[in-house]
């Protein structure tokens, strides 16, 4: 079968390939797809290189909310070496089919913070909608984490004010815990990242989309490296 312009790739970086149909995700107003989400969570984990913070590719998190098997998954979780993580950023899906690729309609953010002790699910959603997810990801991750960090909603998450920002909220919230990390992390335990909220604005997330797509264009053009 013929491949279409959608399908042209379009970028690779790190292990993630992005084609032109992603790029017409970020230009409308749509649902983010796992790529762009892997994409930027690529990012931010070159952007803040620390062995303390982890950035967990959508697939993964998917996989520990819905692996069928335990034991298998165990194999699965040791290579990312979670007790000795300081930061854990687990992007959060709805979806629960296995065999449905890229399903889901909303994404939230579980975030793990190991001097507080403690996962904090972010939802722009009103109501919590991923809240059943983020807490079957949490009761799996924790054994895993050498800790005996509890579950917290923050209930003064950010709101999103249309059906589709979801997954640029998720990915902003990110960015305001690896820069708060970055800069006073290990000082601010008790505060969390809370107060640094105002950076992540309906107009801030919407403009959000364009600095993505503005970041890939970059990189596309940028001169590829001899080896």
């Given amino acids: 079968m013929a491949k279409t312009k959608a399908d042209e790739k379009i970028l690779g970086y790190n292990d993630v390939v992005l084609r032109r149909s992603d790029l017409d995700i970020l230009n ?38 819905e692996c069928p ?14 007790p000795r993580r300081k930061l854990i950023l687990l992007p959060i ?20 913070e190991r001097n507080s002790n403690v996962f ?15 807490k079957q990801v949490y009761k799996v991750t924790l054994p895993y984490t050498a ?15 249309n059906g589709y920002d979801c997954g640029v909220y998720a990915l902003a919230i990110a960015r305001v815990i690896c820069q708060w990390y970055a800069s006073s992390g290990t000082l601010d335990a008790d505060t969390l990242w809370f107060s640094h909220f105002e950076q992540v604005s309906p ?22 490296s001899v080896a």
Wanted: overall charge negative; charged content about 20%; hydrophobic content about 40%.
């Fill in 93 to 112: 899906n709805d979806n629960s089919d296995v065999c449905m690729a890229e399903g889901g309609s909303h994404w939230s953010l579980l975030a793990f």
């Fill in 147 to 161: 800790s005996s960090a509890t579950y917290k909603e923050c209930p003064g998450t950010p709101k999103q004010v």
């Fill in 69 to 82: 098997d335990p034991a298998s998954l165990k194999d699965f979780m040791e290579p990312l070496h979670l």
């Fill in 203 to 224: 107009s801030a997330v919407s403009m959000m989309r364009y600095e993505i797509l503005g970041l890939v264009k970059g990189l596309t053009a940028a001169p590829k």
């Fill in 28 to 65: 409308g107003p749509n649902y983010l797809n796992d790529r762009i989400i892997e994409f930027y969570f690529s990012y931010l984990s070159s952007s803040f290189p620390s062995d303390d913070i982890l950035l967990v590719p959508p697939s993964i998190a998917f996989w520990i909310k």
């Fill in 120 to 134: 904090v699910h972010h939802d722009s959603s009103y109501g919590f909608m991923n809240e059943y997810h983020a």
